[in-house]
């Protein structure tokens, strides 16, 4: 499945809509292409369902869903019938982009020419090789010149077929483009626990999205806590059922000691060292699962809609 390729055409799209969408297009001297979703411009809504849209190579739809019972803020819903290579060998930030005095979070579907991550192991790498890479850079600066050069590289791709988006956190498009990985959250969290994510035929899933916060850090907290409280993902899955039962509880946020506790206030007592933080409270708040060999649905885990959306307006 050419990953890149579906997600450079929807690049493509966006840049040629660019002035709707808010968003600006820089082109290096190498021809390697930065797409500003939010860095230097205002970015929005729009732009942010393109961003997410990209991390999915094109495979999920992206919807910004009106407000719904327990939520008082709209929901990001996504879906796809393609789990595995949507939310995993592309969605997953699980890319660390640093040198040059820069740092960005790597997603999309870059990631699985790159192959850089353990994560590769446990999955195909859904993508035969490619003439394009297309990544997404959760960060508040567009990347310099050589960083792209280094991407490129990693890719085997020339500099000239390389395209990224790039976004604040702190931004309205970074804050769709993360909320948006609700069902990506469900997915790693069963790749986690050696699941066999080939059984998982469909996911969709939602979660609120909160206001843009004043800085980058505060984003970080808003965005997780929306999705580690306030996402609800249903899978449709095949094949033995006791697995799913045993297994099922582990999948939420819930299965972590830490449950209950702001994602900042968590990140602070680490350090700021993300990898020091309980993997097993990366997961949704919820999780239903369906069963399409016995028709058996389970469900798992808890809103917590204090922690998920707790910013109020004056008044």
């Not at 803020?73 to 982009?97: E, N």
């Not at 509880?249 to 700021?272: M, N, Y």
Request: with cysteine.
């Amino acid at each position: 499945m050419f990953l890149n390729q579906r997600a450079w055409a929807l690049c493509e799209g966006g840049i040629g809509d660019a002035e709707r969408l808010r968003i600006a297009v820089h082109c290096n001297p190498d021809g390697s292409r930065v797409v500003d979703c939010g860095v230097a411009v205002r970015g929005g809504l729009e732009a942010g369902r393109l961003m997410a849209s990209v991390c999915m190579a094109g495979l999920g739809e992206v919807a910004i869903l009106p407000p719904q019972t327990p939520w008082a803020t709209p929901l990001v819903a996504v879906r796809t019938d393609h789990p595995t290579a949507a939310c995993m060998a592309s969605q997953y930030a699980g890319w660390r982009i640093s040198g040059e005095g820069y740092f960005a979070m790597g997603s999309g579907p870059m990631r699985a020419l790159a192959r850089r991550e353990p994560l590769f192991q446990k999955i195909d790498a859904c993508t035969q090789p490619e003439t394009v890479a297309v990544g997404v850079l959760e960060a508040s600066r567009l990347p310099p010149p050589a960083i792209c050069q280094s991407l490129a590289q990693q890719c085997g791709v020339p500099p000239s077929a390389l395209l990224l988006l790039v976004a604040p956190t702190a931004s309205q498009a970074g804050t769709v483009q993360v909320v948006a990985r609700s069902a990506e959250t469900a997915m790693h969290k069963l790749a986690e626990l050696e699941f066999d994510l080939a059984r998982v035929e469909s996911v969709l899933g939602t979660a609120p999205l909160p206001p843009v916060a004043q800085n980058d850090f505060e984003a970080m907290g808003r965005t997780n806590d929306a999705v580690l409280y306030g996402a609800e993902v249903t899978l449709w899955v095949r094949g033995d059922q006791a697995s799913l039962e045993r297994l099922g509880p582990q999948i939420p946020s819930s299965a972590s000691k830490d449950h209950g506790t702001s994602f900042v206030e968590l990140f602070r007592r680490c350090g700021g060292d993300f990898y020091r933080m309980d993997p097993m409270l990366f997961g949704p708040a919820v999780v239903t699962i369906h069963n399409l060999d016995t028709g058996q649905t389970l469900r798992f885990g808890k809103l917590v809609p204090e922690l998920a959306c707790p910013h109020k307006t004056a008044g």
